[in-house]
């Protein structure tokens, strides 16, 4: 039989177990629950090797993992020692309402792990309705770091400022996967990093431009990176050979991409600003993903790993945000989807239409098989690069077309444009 359908099996077990000796402790006098203590000391699941049931206990809810503290004394602290803590609002009693007192429950829990616990704290998630005492978190993750840690994740949770992550946890030679909520990463140096981690997951955090270069590039297997809202405006700079996935919605004064070839998905939401007058124009942060307003033909380092590409808010009016754009397609070879959004624009630009149709008419998307253009307002820009895209993507499968608040292009609009692939399927759709 699989590992994976046994474990299965002996976690339903336990549950059946639990529940039915919960049931029967509300039932049953003092007598009655010490014999049912005994019987459940000699039980199939009790002699099981720890880390067979500590594989067990860590695919339940929390709770009822501390639930199983009733079933005898030999089960009294067993929930104490798990590799895997997960911290949501089930483990809080729903009549807590105020914020610091959810926070006094899930300290109980804590403290009884640091009392107890003997072996290894793998994973630790924080994603409950709650304000922390900093205090009391800043020791709970100095315990943590001596305990093998491999997963940290502090998701949305209530707080007045943010809270400066102690700097031991950089310490954690295991940790594969970060997720910081409210933070703010403060190094004593900046020479920071994780031999090990390969998931960095950042929103609503405090930290410098130069902070967060130096945590990407010396975590040298970081395979995903997700940086959400960040706080003030730095520059971005992204430079990690293994990286394959990227995403970004905060408002960065430059985006440098550079030395990243093994990226295969790309999901950027631009923040729109005026630029400097000195570009003549006014444009996103798209305009600075490359770090210079002389855009090439195509990136220095092609990106032919890149296979989904996102791109919010674009303004395909604006010349310069059509020169990147283009700069990007060109850049990816093996790109097999595009979602791209259009900002809100009414104005039709000719320099911007005439270079679409100028680098885009030589150019073919030879991969791409779905393409689905958001918040269509049937300007003739848009028209230009959704006929192009179709004319020139020759095993495109589905093209979808979503205009918000404006009615659909016409059918005769699109017909002019020949597409390239006989198998392609257009939804023109309206919301």
């Not at 393409?371 to 049937?378: D, E, H, L, S």
């Amino acid at each position: 039989m699989p590992t994976s359908n046994c474990t299965y099996g002996l976690r339903e077990l336990l549950v059946k177990v639990l529940k039915r000796n919960t049931k029967r402790i509300d039932q049953s006098s003092g007598d009655e629950i010490s014999e049912m203590a005994s019987v459940t000391k000699e039980d199939r699941i009790s002699s099981l090797p720890w880390d067979v049931l500590d594989g067990i206990l860590v695919r339940l809810p929390l709770k009822e993992v501390v639930r199983t503290s009733i079933l005898s004394s030999r089960w009294r602290r067993k929930w104490t020692g798990i590799s895997q803590f997960v911290i949501d609002d089930k483990c809080i009693s729903s009549r807590i309402s105020d914020k610091v007192a959810r926070w006094e429950s899930i300290m109980e829990i804590l403290r009884q792990v640091q009392l107890h616990h003997t072996g290894p704290i793998e994973k630790f998630k924080l994603a409950a309705y709650c304000r922390p005492d900093h205090s009391d978190l800043d020791q709970w993750i100095h315990y943590l770091t001596d305990k093998g840690l491999k997963e940290f994740i502090l998701q949305e949770f209530d707080t007045i400022k943010r809270f400066n992550l102690p700097f031991c946890l950089f310490s954690c030679p295991l940790l594969n996967r970060l997720e910081l909520f409210g933070c703010r990463i403060k190094p004593s140096s900046e020479a920071i990093g994780f031999k090990s981690l390969t998931n960095l997951h950042l929103n609503e955090v405090c930290v410098t431009g130069g902070t967060l270069e130096c945590l990407v590039l010396n975590s040298p297997v970081l395979e995903r990176l997700t940086l959400l809202n960040i706080d003030h405006q730095i520059v971005l700079r992204i430079g990690n050979a293994n990286l394959k996935y990227l995403k970004v919605d905060s408002n960065f004064d430059d985006i440098y991409l550079e030395n990243s070839p093994s990226l295969a998905s790309v999901d950027i939401g631009l923040r729109v600003r005026v630029i400097p007058r000195s570009f003549g124009s006014e444009g996103g942060n798209l305009i600075r993903f490359l770090g210079n307003i002389d855009v090439p033909d195509k990136l220095p380092t092609l990106l032919p790993h890149l296979s989904v590409l996102e791109l919010k808010d674009v303004r395909l009016d604006s010349l310069i945000e059509v020169l990147v754009c283009v700069c990007i397609f060109r850049s990816a070879p093996n790109l097999e989807e595009l979602h791209l959004s259009v900002a809100d624009t009414t104005e039709y630009s000719r320099p911007a239409a005439d270079f679409l149709i100028t680098k885009l008419s030589n150019h073919y998307f030879e991969q791409l098989k779905v393409a689905k253009i958001r918040a269509v307002q049937n300007v003739q820009n848009e028209t230009i690069f959704i006929q192009l895209l179709l004319a020139h993507s020759p095993v495109l499968k589905r093209m979808t077309i979503v205009h918000y608040g404006s009615r659909i292009l016409p059918t005769e609009v699109l017909e002019q444009s020949v597409p390239a692939s006989k198998d392609v399927e257009i939804f023109n759709l309206s919301v």
